[in-house]
Nanobody, 119 residues
C-alpha cells in the first residue's frame, strides 16, 4: 500500500519562501505522476503543480514563476519550492501520486501540511 508523507509547511511572512517535501513509500515512485494540491477554507481543492515521470511540469497560473516542482527518483521524493508567497497561498497542501494505465489506475494522497502566509 502506498504512503505519502509531507513535510515543510509552516507560517511565513508575505514575500517569504518555503519548501515542501513529499516522501513516497510502497509504490514504484518513478512511474507515478506526482502533484501538489491545496485547499483553502471554504474553497475546493485545486491542483497547484504536477510533474510527470519524465519531469514535465505543469503549474496553476497563479503560482507560475513563484513555485518550482521537482522530483528525485533515487530518494522517492518530490519537492515544491515556493517563493514570493502571498496570503492567498494560505491553504492545506496535499501531495498526490497518480498512475493511469489501460488496465488500472492508482492514486494516493498525503495527510496534508498547513501553509500559512501572514504578517
Amino acid at each position: 500500500q502506498g504512503q505519502l508523507v509531507e513535510s515543510g509547511g509552516g507560517l511565513v511572512q508575505p514575500g517569504g519562501s518555503l519548501r515542501l517535501s513529499c516522501a513516497a513509500a510502497g509504490i514504484q515512485f518513478s512511474i507515478y505522476t506526482m502533484g501538489w494540491y491545496r485547499q483553502a477554507p471554504g474553497k475546493e481543492r485545486e491542483l497547484v503543480a504536477s510533474i510527470t515521470p519524465v519531469s514535465s511540469t505543469n503549474y496553476l497560473d497563479s503560482v507560475k514563476g513563484r513555485f518550482t516542482l521537482s522530483r528525485n527518483n533515487a530518494e522517492n521524493t518530490v519537492y515544491l519550492q515556493m517563493s514570493s508567497l502571498k496570503p492567498e497561498d494560505t491553504a492545506v497542501y496535499y501531495c498526490n501520486a497518480y498512475l493511469s494505465t489501460p488496465a488500472f489506475h492508482r492514486q494516493y494522497w498525503g495527510q496534508g501540511t498547513q501553509v500559512t502566509v501572514s504578517s
